[in-house]
């Protein structure tokens, strides 16, 4: 059983931006990254040399002494990698990095196992607030929950213990909340660039809507056409919206899901017309 302390041994598994991002956190915070393991070889050699560590391509290289197997690769990938790794794993405590996959994904290879989530979108160019990040931990055990919660309080602040069912239903309002989010600020950027108007004009606009989100509950927030039953302008965004009728029927589902009523004095006052 491995305890928390700076001697604690670490492979990460994987290269990509999460693998990126924990591996130099991990590191910047004196633990002990011992070895990074990839299937492709460039990127495990790249974050390697970033990380003063040794590297491999080969899962058959995985570390002999390596305490903790921190697996940050692709959703569909865990249970190859983890069925790969798991003949030279020994007693080691293996931890995924996805939201949408149970920990028990691990459960056939590895006899400790758990999930060490950050919860916060990842890109190369930009540098975490790491204090900001929540860390949703789980395992097997009880002993390792300790072990996790102390790892991502060393990296992070934030630490909850999450199972299984409740990470998947975040990884889910996460998706609404930034990807699907991040679609719709697409889409306006891409209306304004059809009349050649800057993307900035919406920016202070977008700053305001995400501060109140944060300050109270979104619900009460929310303002708008289809929020004040305002169907007239509906029908005219979405007459516009012709042109893009994957936009149209997004735009009226979302505007109906606001305000379900949303057309019924519309409709009375066109049947008395």
């Not at 491999?56 to 903790?68: G, I, K, R, T, V």
């Not at 994904?105 to 929540?134: C, H």
């Not at 004009?201 to 708008?224: D, R, V, Y």
Request: proline share 5%; aromatic share 8%.
């Amino acid at each position: 059983m491995i305890k928390m302390t700076k001697t604690t041994t670490i492979a990460i598994i994987g290269a990509g931006r999460i693998a990126n991002h924990l591996g130099k956190r991990l590191r910047a915070k004196g633990l002990r990254v011992v070895q990074v393991l990839n299937r492709t070889a460039q990127p495990a050699q790249t974050l390697a040399e970033e990380l003063g560590c040794s590297w491999s391509d080969d899962w058959a290289d995985l570390h002999p002494e390596a305490e903790w197997l921190l697996l940050a690769v692709r959703d569909d990938a865990i249970a190859g990698v983890a069925a790969a790794l798991a003949p030279y794993a020994g007693e080691a405590l293996a931890t995924h990095t996805s939201g949408a996959t149970p920990g028990a994904v691990l459960a056939p290879y590895f006899k400790r196992y758990g999930v060490f989530y950050p919860l916060q979108s990842f890109s190369l160019e930009r540098t975490p607030v790491w204090s900001k990040v929540p860390f949703c931990v789980d395992a097997q055990s009880e002993a390792d929950v300790v072990i996790l919660k102390k790892m991502a309080k060393v990296v992070g602040n934030l630490v909850y213990q999450v199972n299984d069912e409740q990470r998947a239903l975040l990884h889910v309002a996460a998706v609404f909340a930034n990807n699907i989010a991040t679609h719709c600020f697409v889409i306006a950027e891409k209306i304004l660039e059809g009349q050649e108007l800057p993307f900035e004009l919406l920016h202070p606009l977008m700053e305001e809507t995400l501060a109140k989100a944060l300050s109270e509950s979104p619900e009460t927030m929310q303002t708008g056409p289809a929020a004040r039953g305002d169907a007239e302008t509906v029908q005219r965004h979405l007459h516009w919206l012709q042109r893009h009728p994957a936009w149209q029927t997004l735009y009226e589902k979302l505007s109906l899901d606001i305000n379900p009523d949303l057309y019924s004095s519309y409709d009375s006052k066109s049947q008395d017309e």
